[in-house]
């Protein structure tokens, strides 16, 4: 059994907690820091439900310097680190510009000073394929330029980018990977963990399935005018269990000392694009629910296109997503009924 110790902060949120199960699930002994700003303490029996182990838990807001001092004095033995911990909605980071370096950069830096002090610290970052913008060619691969960002949330994963990558380049023996997902979605086949959106979802699926229940009228289709076969959007929709399972990878790869350089960025995604259209078709065919949408106006700031080219962590991280975009949905599906029963019951 593998008794490595992991760090992963944020770890109560949507891709941490199903990290968290994807570790736990290979043997890692896990602590979690999360300040509870989105997500809850009720996904700690979520995560022990299905594993059936509980993560270590800390509630330290990663913006308090000493206290993330204190967790490493607390915790001298973590072998590595996965922080997905950071505000994300882009929207807000537009009108909130300072919370969201506040947030995403202090936060990032107070880690990284931390892990310095140590000798071969291990480290994933959470970033996006929002680095791209619209990419000059599809699939795009992690060569393609990193365009200026449309957000400062884009801009967070930017320069928090950079800030890791000069880190790397001061200490040989400190070791870093950056993902790049695109479009996680979907839930743990259990239902006991998912997204758990607040307020009005930014993202495709959750608005899906919150009109589905009946949470929302119609889902707006934000413009059916791209260059695209049926004019709505492309983008490469992932299982957030896959995505999951290649942080184990990538953590091990780490851990394993096969990395080639001490900085390293992957792409995570499927490979495949689906337009809008296509979600909404598979969407009630795994459901048998009619969805009302209507088509309105381009949404500012959205591309046309984007899907991975996975080869490079398909090959690197021995890792490949295997889940379909039906089995997302469904699993989403799934998901959005058990919350709504839970508000039910909550009332
Ligand atoms: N979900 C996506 O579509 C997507 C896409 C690309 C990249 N990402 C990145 O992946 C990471 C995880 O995203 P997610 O969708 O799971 O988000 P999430 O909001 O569900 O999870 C983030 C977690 O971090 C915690 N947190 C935030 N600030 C904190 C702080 N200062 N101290 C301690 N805990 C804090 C929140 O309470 C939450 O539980 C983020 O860095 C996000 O930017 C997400």
Known sequence: MNKKRVLVTGGLGFIGSHTVVALQEEGYEVVIIDNLSNSSIDVLAGITQ????TPQFENIDLRD???VKDFFEKYPDIDGVIHF??????????????LYYENNISSLVYLLKELYKKDNASFIFSSSCTVYGQADELPITEDAPVK???SPYGNTKQIGEEIIADTCKTKPDFKAISLRYFNPIGAHPTAEIGELPIGVPQNLVPFI???AIGKRDELSVFGDDYPTPDGTAIRDYIHVMDLAEAHVHALKRLLEGKEKQNYEVF????GTG?????VVKSFEKVSG???????????????????ADTTKANEELNWKASRSLDEALSSAWKWQQVVEKKEEEDK
């Open 65 to 67: 310097k000493s206290s």
């Open 274 to 278: 689906n337009s809008v259209l296509e």
């Open 50 to 53: 299905i594993t059936g182990k």
């Open 85 to 98: 911990a950071a505000s994300k909605a882009v929207g807000e980071s537009v009108v909130k510009p300072l």
């Open 148 to 150: 200026k960002a449309e």
């Open 289 to 307: 629910k009619k969805l009302d949408y209507k088509i309105v106006g381009r949404r500012e700031g959205d591309i046309t296109a984007a899907y």
């Open 267 to 270: 792409n995570l995604g499927t």
């Open 209 to 211: 399935t919150q009109t």
